[in-house]
């Protein structure tokens, strides 16, 4: 992610991820460049909310899918 403040070096960041369960929204994350230059997003799910699925948008219009394995019940 670059924030735009480097010369000749545009802003570029993931702008927004959403995470689903199913038909379910879960949680949608606004992002902003001064985050960090690499960052890590960590999410809590309760137990038995098995597979997500993550949607995320970038600020050049980019769409990106993924899918996660939920959390296991011990």
Do not use: C, K
Request: zero cysteines.
């Amino acid at each position: 992610m670059d924030t735009g403040l480097v010369e000749n070096i545009p802003a570029y960041n993931i702008e927004t991820i959403r995470v689903a369960s199913g038909p379910r929204d879960l949680a949608t994350i606004m992002v902003w460049g001064s985050v960090a230059e690499d960052p890590a997003f960590s999410l809590l799910l309760p137990a038995g909310t098995g597979a997500v699925t993550l949607r995320l948008r970038d600020s050049n219009g980019r769409e990106f899918t993924g899918h996660v394995a939920g959390p296991q019940r011990p």
